[in-house]
């Protein structure tokens, strides 16, 4: 079920909310303890604009338990206009091929079912082309 | 510091050992290195093993393992580090070794990946990524591979077919290993026809994940037996390193640092460069990992590692045989157990006792485990004493 750990990440799953280092001014998306760029504490929430461009991407045909249900789908390496790169699903893509590159913007999606009696949804980020 | 030897290797065929239990796979590899090595009784075991919690609910491996092949009494723990845990175990044996407080150690590396099946076995290893951030998109470590390998493409545009040569490399090699899971040389039509796991990844692009256990036996240059029909290996340079855990926190994630820098801490220690070694059991878990560890190695330029494949040169005749005994390819993938493989592989090159695919003169060879893509890196290198 691992409710506590779903519901701590709720700021980052819906807001992509990482953090800004006080000391050097560097953006961190997945929120840290320890700035990676001077080694400061690092504890300034900081919301990302959710708007980047896709770094690198593979389309998943063998997938993990819990996503087998939805392969082919698109995960890449998204790098956000602030700096850092983010893990995610692509989305919405229709007919077009993820290419590197590509810019996109950050939504909001169901990330999975829970695999439990309980069913729990687990929403969270996605990223689709940029609407045009 | 006292120099540290291998003096007993063992080891069972990798495969879908679905008759075995992980504790009778252990056994047999275990007493097969105390009998190799002479009958040393060893005082302490380090396990690598990364799944068992998971795919076969089951902790405290020091005690079932030890218990269960009548070593009861001794010092045993399990030491994790996903991919790399069987390299991480030589690590912890060597220093126990190296510092004096222990005369002798096994080192097994054991994993009983068939008990599940299919997404199960995904989603477990899925688990040496960052779990929050990565596995919870649906990415599996295929799916990293897949990541770095479009990422090469783009940036550096090698022929697509050229990774398919890593393959050939490893299946020519496993056809005459007896303890590799498949046997069988392929072609550059059936790497080319593979289907996708997780594009641009295909099915050659992958080691298989299968079961296996193997062990040695570690002891001091001078409590080592006196009267072993074959040669001794030590154990001249050990190091372990790490990356970050997830590839989007890696300013450059085709750098492969990690695999970098522990083969420069083992060369160093050996007081060698990685091209002074006769053979190089580098992770082929995925086939762009043996390629960016080649080149993070500094054995090839970024962007070229994959020309030595295709020019020979890592063949079992060429300048740097690499995956000897068929690599996580084809002498399977048994995960956490995959640095004790490469240990008992090199041993078997550096005594001479290869068969058809020894490489000549072998002196010296350096192994290399990864956990994740080289979150952790594993390298060690081992040199034959006359």
Wanted: charged content about 20%; glycine content about 10%.
């Amino acid at each position: 079920m691992e409710i506590p750990r779903h519901w701590r990440l709720k700021k980052q799953r819906y807001g992509l909310v990482g953090e800004v280092c006080p000391h050097c001014d560097a953006k961190i998306f997945p929120p840290r303890d320890v700035c990676p760029h001077c080694g400061g504490e690092a504890k300034t929430a900081f919301n990302f604009s959710g708007r980047g461009e896709v770094y690198s991407y593979t389309v998943m045909h063998d997938a993990p338990a819990g996503f087998d249900q939805n392969t082919p789908y698109a995960v890449a390496l998204v790098k956000l206009e602030e700096g850092p790169v983010v893990t995610a699903q692509l989305t919405d893509l229709g007919e077009e091929q993820p290419r590197i590159g590509m810019p996109v913007e950050m939504v909001t999606r169901k990330i999975r079912e829970d695999a439990n009696e309980r069913g729990m949804l687990i929403y969270g980020y996605k990223f689709r082309p940029v609407l045009r | 510091m006292r120099d540290v030897v291998i003096a007993g290797i063992g080891q069972i065929p990798v495969g879908e050992h679905w008759d075995l239990s992980l504790r009778t796979m252990a056994a047999r590899a275990m007493l097969a290195a105390i009998k190799d090595g002479g009958g040393m009784k060893p005082q302490a075991m380090y396990i690598g093993n990364f799944l068992s919690p998971v795919l076969s609910h089951q902790e405290n491996l020091g005690a079932l393992l030890t218990d269960n092949a009548g070593l009861t009494g001794i010092e045993a723990f399990t030491v994790e580090a996903a991919g790399a845990s069987g390299g991480a175990a030589l690590r912890v044996g060597v220093n126990a070794v190296a510092s004096g407080f222990i005369d002798c150690a096994l080192v097994l590396g054991v994993e009983k990946i068939t008990d599940m099946v299919g997404s199960e076995v995904e989603a477990a290893v899925a688990q040496s990524s960052d779990y929050d951030y990565e596995a919870m998109t649906g990415l599996s470590s295929a799916g990293q591979a897949a990541l770095l390998m479009q990422r090469y493409l783009y940036e550096y545009n090698p022929p697509r077919e050229a990774f398919g040569e890593f393959a050939l490399i490893a299946h020519a090699n496993g056809a005459n290993n007896p303890n590799a899971f498949f046997r069988k040389a392929i072609s550059r039509e059936a790497y080319a026809s593979a289907g996708m796991v997780s594009d641009p990844v295909n099915m050659f692009d992958m080691g298989p994940y299968a079961d296996g256990a193997a062990a040695v036996l570690l002891t001091a240059r001078d409590t080592a037996p006196k009267d072993l029909p074959h040669p001794l290996v030590r154990v001249s340079g050990s190091s372990v390193v790490i990356d970050t855990l997830a590839l989007h926190d890696r300013p450059n994630p085709l750098a492969f640092d990690a695999a970098c820098q522990s083969v420069e801490r083992a060369c160093s220690q050996a007081g060698i460069m990685p091209g002074d070694v006769d053979l190089f059991e580098v992770c082929d878990a995925f086939s762009i990992y043996a390629l960016l560890s080649l080149e993070a190695a500094g054995l090839a330029r970024h962007g070229e590692g994959w020309k030595m494949a295709v020019n020979g040169e890592l063949s079992i005749n060429g300048k740097l045989p690499i995956l000897t005994m068929g690599g996580c390819k084809a002498r399977g993938n048994p995960l956490g157990a995959v640095g004790v493989y490469q240990a008992v592989e090199a041993v078997q090159q550096l005594r001479g006792q290869a068969g058809r695919n020894q490489v000549k003169d072998a002196r010296r060879a350096l192994i290399q485990s990864l956990g994740g893509p080289a979150s952790t890196a594993a390298a060690h290198i081992l040199e034959r004493l006359d």
